[in-house]
C-alpha cells in the first residue's frame, strides 16, 4: 500500500489553520485507521501582513506571500496544498497557474457539497472582502445555485466579530446571536442552507445552533484534502 500524499497548508489567521489542521488529524482514522493520518506541514505568514495587504486591496501582495508559503511547502515536501482561508482565495487566481504544487479550492469543494445536497439557493458568510467578492458566485454559479450576501449592515458587524473577536479566540454569545439572526433573515428570504465562508466562524456557528444547515468551510476542506491525501489522486 502506498504513503498518503503529503498535505501543505497554507495558513492565514491561526484559528482557522488550526481547525483544518486538527479535523484533519481527527477525522484520519476514518479512512486510515486508529490514530493515523496524512503527513501535514503548514505554513503562516503573520496574519498582519495579510491584512495590510488586503486592507489597501493590493491582492498581488496577498498572492505573493501565498506563493512564498507554497514555496516553503514544496520544499517541506508537500504533495498539494490547501488554504483554510476564505479571504485570501480572492488571489487564487494569480497563484495556482504558477504554484508549484496543485491546490485544492475551497470555494469549489463548498459548491460542490451543495451541489450534491441539492441545496438551490446559499446564504453566504464571512468577511466584508469575501462576501464583496466573486469567490464564491463563481463557483456557485458553476452548478447552477444561487446565493444571498449579507446586508450592508450585516456585513460590517459580522466582519467585525470576525477580525475583532474570533481571531483572537473570543467567543462570545451576542455574536453567536448575531449571526443567527443574519442566517433567520436568509432563511425567511428562501435560502435552504448557509455557507460558512470564514474559517473561524464554525467555532461558534454549527448544525446544532443554526436557523439553516450549513456548509462548514473549513470541515470540508480538510476532509476533502484527506480524501485526497488517501486516494493518491491529484
Known amino acids: 500500500m502506498s504513503l498518503p500524499l503529503h498535505i501543505g497548508i497554507v495558513g492565514c489567521s491561526a484559528e482557522g489553520a488550526a481547525l483544518c489542521y486538527r479535523t484533519i488529524c481527527s477525522k484520519g482514522a476514518q479512512l486510515m485507521g486508529p490514530h ?10 503573520s496574519l498582519a501582513s495579510y491584512v495590510e495587504c488586503i486592507e489597501r486591496n493590493d491582492w498581488e501582495g496577498v498572492a505573493e506571500l501565498m506563493m512564498d508559503s507554497a514555496r516553503k511547502l514544496k520544499s517541506a515536501g508537500a504533495d498539494f496544498l490547501v488554504c483554510p482561508d476564505n479571504t485570501i482565495h480572492e488571489a487564487m487566481d494569480m497563484v495556482e497557474s504558477r504554484s508549484p504544487l496543485p491546490w485544492l479550492h475551497i470555494a469549489e469543494v463548498v459548491a460542490d457539497e451543495a451541489s450534491e445536497h441539492g441545496y438551490k439557493c446559499l446564504g453566504l458568510l464571512g468577511t466584508r472582502w469575501l462576501v464583496e467578492s466573486e469567490v464564491y458566485p463563481r463557483k456557485l454559479e458553476a452548478r447552477g445555485i444561487s446565493y444571498m450576501r449579507p446586508t450592508e449592515e450585516e456585513r460590517t458587524e459580522i466582519n467585525r466579530i470576525i477580525m475583532d473577536e474570533l481571531v483572537y479566540g473570543v ?5 453567536v446571536t448575531s449571526h443567527q439572526l443574519v442566517i433567520r433573515r436568509m432563511k425567511d428570504e428562501a435560502c435552504d442552507a448557509v455557507v460558512l465562508g470564514c474559517t473561524e466562524i464554525p467555532l461558534i456557528i454549527s448544525n446544532k445552533n443554526s436557523p439553516l444547515p450549513v456548509l462548514d468551510s473549513t470541515r470540508l476542506l480538510a476532509w476533502a484534502a484527506l480524501k485526497r491525501a488517501v486516494t493518491g489522486v491529484l
Open 36 to 45: 493515523a493520518h496524512p503527513e501535514i506541514t503548514m505554513h503562516t505568514h
Open 171 to 175: 467567543f462570545r454569545p451576542e455574536s
